[in-house]
C-alpha cells in the first residue's frame, strides 16, 4: 500500500516532442505528489509538485494532472529538449512531513 | 542558492568496515535525512532526525546504521560494518520545516563494498 508504481520504465521522445510519465497510488493518505529531476551524479531537485485539491498544475513546460478517484497521477513535458534528458522519479507522502515515498524511475532521452 | 554538502562523492570499502557519511545541511534547516538508491532502483528512505534524535526510520535502518549530529553544522551516516548489499549511493536531505514542500537532497555519496 505503501508503494508508487511508475511507467515507463524508459522513454525516448523526439526534440519538440511530448513526453509523459504516469504514477499510481494505493495510499488514499497521500496528499502530496512531487516530481523529481535528478541528473547523472547528482542528487534529485524538485521540479514541480501537486495537491489533490487540485487537477492540475502547470509550470512553463511541465505539467502535472491529477486523478484522485483513479488514484493515478502524470506528467507532462511539452516542447522537450535534449536538456530535459534525465531520470525522473514521481513521488508521495502524507500528512506533510512523513517520507517521501519514491516511483521507480523513468529515464527519459530527448533526441534531436 | 543554498546547497546541501555531501563527501566524499565516491568511497570505496572493504566488506566488514566501518564508513561515515558526511553531509552539511542548509543552514537554517532544522530537519534532516537520509535515503539511499541502489543502482537503477528507487530512492529509499532511511532515517530523518530532528532536535538531535531520530524522529523516523525504516525498516533498512537497522542496528548497524546510526546517524549523529557531531556539531552545529554536520550530520553523519555510519554504517558499522558494511555488507555487499550497502553498495548504494547515499541522499542527504534537510528541509527548514520538516515539510516535504521544502525538501532540498545533496549529490549524494556513492558507496562501493567490495
Known amino acids: 500500500q505503501q508503494q508508487v508504481k511508475q511507467s515507463p520504465q524508459s522513454l525516448i521522445v523526439q526534440k519538440g516532442g511530448i513526453s509523459i510519465i504516469n504514477c499510481a497510488y494505493e495510499n488514499t493518505a497521500f496528499d502530496y505528489f512531487p516530481w523529481y529531476q535528478q541528473f547523472p551524479g547528482k542528487g534529485p531537485a524538485l521540479l514541480i509538485a501537486?495537491?489533490?485539491?487540485?487537477s492540475e498544475k502547470k509550470e512553463g513546460r511541465f505539467t502535472i494532472s491529477f486523478n484522485k478517484s483513479a488514484k493515478q497521477f502524470s506528467l507532462h513535458i511539452m516542447d522537450s529538449q535534449p536538456g530535459d534528458s534525465a531520470t525522473y522519479f514521481c513521488a508521495a507522502s502524507s500528512a506533510g512531513n512523513t517520507p517521501l515515498v519514491f516511483g521507480k524511475g523513468t529515464r527519459l532521452s530527448v533526441i534531436a | 542558492e543554498p546547497e546541501v554538502t555531501q563527501t566524499p562523492s565516491h568511497q570505496v570499502t572493504q566488506m566488514g568496515q566501518e564508513v561515515i557519511l558526511r553531509c552539511v545541511p542548509i543552514s537554517n534547516h532544522l530537519y534532516f535525512y537520509w535515503y539511499r538508491q541502489i543502482l537503477g532502483q528507487k530512492v529509499e528512505f532511511l532515517v530523518s532526525f530532528y532536535n538531535n534524535e531520530i524522529s523516523e526510520k525504516s525498516e533498512i535502518f537497522d542496528d548497524q546504521f546510526s546517524v549523529e549530529r557531531p556539531d552545529g553544522s554536520n550530520f553523519t551516516l555510519k554504517i558499522r560494518s558494511t555488507k555487499l548489499e550497502d553498495s548504494a549511493m547515499y541522499f542527504c536531505?534537510?528541509?527548514?520545516?520538516?515539510?516535504?514542500?521544502?525538501?532540498?537532497f545533496g549529490s549524494g555519496t556513492r558507496l562501493t563494498v567490495v
Open positions: 501537486i495537491r489533490p485539491d487540485v
Open positions: 536531505a534537510s528541509s527548514v520545516d520538516g515539510s516535504n514542500y521544502g525538501y532540498t
